[in-house]
């Protein structure tokens, strides 16, 4: 029997002054990952548990009502009335998605790789990038329903006015039916407010029980996380019309006291990570386990990460068949990110769904966590679903420096006392989204970085305004670093673990392009880190392939590369500059 959490969630991208996203990601992904699987839920009648991020929900709505961003607005314009500035921006903002679809979609491919080459947009080029930068995102239930759509996709290129037109109406009309079918889903459950990480507002030093010793920039303020469970179980309820049970805390976060928090918020279960139970003190067996007067439930990592970062590159039958035979029958809870797996999945995981949910016996989260518990956790383990711990939101300098900024404006809230308007308390609470820290630090990759960075500033800068207080000069000056030649590990790797953060505390060496530049077949970035008290090595070609099975060694004090083959390649270039920061001593 299984029981499956499918969590939708997407930043706040709006901007707090304008109130306009600066990046479109919520309306691209309400027409696959949002529409596919609330239609394929009811369409089958499975018993699946959904999961909904109210600052995700604030957005769609705005979307509904006829809201716009930069990117919708210069794709509806007339190609041939784009300025050259305007053009400009389009083709570097708007080629972004799955790097599968451009290989999928032949038209949307060659206009990356146009772009890639240096080429000039003419009003046609133009025109199809604004009807592919849409098009590309739609679902397999879009599909379905709107025939001509699949018929733009096989025309590929060559759009009218009249095309994009077509798009732009589907892609509203998928929107504005979210509400709707999210409201008859069999079961849904709310995360707090705006995305945060429970235990740290709570307290942030509690990250020292999964980090040991750090330096702890101080915030605590449990009433900001009661505060962001009651309003997100109060906001979901009223977006769909019906009560909730369930709560998936932000990343799976937990603590004894954050469980506090989500048992007097009026949650009668939640949900993390196995990872968390087996670092619990704790009695009997799963899957339901009592934890401090409310239900627990521990998702299987690696079925869940199946789903997520393996089945796409397997056929559905075989894959739900893999699925199921690793189950044993045993009761077993499946939780993953709900939209972003998709992409990876030819068909958006339609096929997949539909075979999963057709063939295994599913139930939901809240009618499993009603059954009797089955063990006992005497005390919770402080962790996430990654790694168990919080390192990547609080573990990096640039993470720490954010979060001194964030105690230092709840500060003024405080002072400010019963004249904190409404709205003040909404931006601060914002501005403890987990997905700014999330983008601090070395653990992970993004164009948008810069971006992410201005809104979680803008967001303190806006309570300021809001309650009265002077700005503060350090909101003006970015957190997030240039990329580095070379970052230091910030923890333990592990390079035999088919696991997507296996690496994410690796330090790291960019290769150097140019005129210098080794030349073919060097990668463009190494990793390197300890495990288990040894190097471990990982080269990263230019294309994102990575080579495994390569180890390094210490001869006459030269650090040496053995590869999988026995090739031995010594430390020069870009392998130098790695021997001069992991060398003895």
Known sequence: MLSILLHMHQPDYRHPRTGVPIMPWVRLHATRGYRDVARLILETGAQVTVNLVPTLLEQIDQYANGGSDIHLELCKRAADTLSAAEAGWLVQHGLHGSHRAFEWLSGWGALRARRDRGERFGTADLRDLQVWCNLSWFGATALEDFPALAELRRKGRGFSES??????????????????????????????????????????????????????????????????????????EAWIGHSVAGVWPSEGSVSPEAVECIAKAGFSWFATDSGVLERSDRRGHGPIWRVGGITGLFRDHGLS?????????????????????????????????????????????????????????????????????????????????????????????????????????????????????????????????????????????????????????????????????????????????????????????????????????????LVQTGSMAPGPGWPSRVDYGWSGGALAVRLVGADGVEVHGWRAELAEDTLVLVGPDGQRTPAHGAWRLLHSVVRPG
């Open 163 to 236: 095309d994009k037109a077509v798009v732009l109406d589907a892609q509203l009309v998928c929107i504005r039916e979210l509400r709707g079918l999210y409201s008859r889903l069999p079961d849904v459950s709310a995360s707090p407010y705006a995305h945060p990480i429970l235990p740290l507002l709570v307290d942030s030093g509690h990250a020292a029980r999964n980090l040991g010793p750090f330096d702890d920039p101080g915030f605590r303020h449990p009433q900001d996380a009661l505060a962001q469970l009651v309003e997100g179980k109060r906001a979901v």
């Open 305 to 509: 990460d199946r789903i997520g970062f393996v089945y796409a590159d397997h056929e559905p039958v075989a894959a739900v068949d893999d699925l199921l035979h690793r189950t044993g029958g045993r009761r077993i809870l499946l939780a993953l990110d709900g939209e972003n797996p998709w992409e990876s999945y030819e068909d958006a995981g339609a096929k997949f769904l539909r075979e999963l949910f057709r063939r295994a016996p599913l139930r939901t989260c809240s009618s499993l966590a009603g059954e009797a518990a089955t063990g006992v956790v005497d005390r919770i383990h402080t962790g996430s679903w990654i790694h168990a711990d919080f390192r990547i939101w609080i573990g990096a300098e640039e993470d720490r420096a954010a979060w001194r900024l964030l105690r230092r404006v709840r500060e003024l809230v405080a002072d400010a006392g019963d004249a904190v308007p409404v709205e003040a308390w909404r931006e601060l609470w914002r501005a403890e989204a987990s997905d700014w820290f999330w983008w601090y630090g070395p653990e992970f990759e993004t164009p948008f970085a810069p971006e992410f960075d201005t809104l979680f500033r803008a967001h303190l800068a806006e309570v300021l305004r809001l309650i009265g207080a002077a700005p503060m000069p350090e909101l003006d000056v970015p957190i997030k670093a240039s990329a580095n030649a070379v970052t230091a590990p910030v923890g333990e790797v592990f390079p035999d673990r088919d696991d997507v953060f296996a690496w994410q505390a690796a330090g790291r060496v």
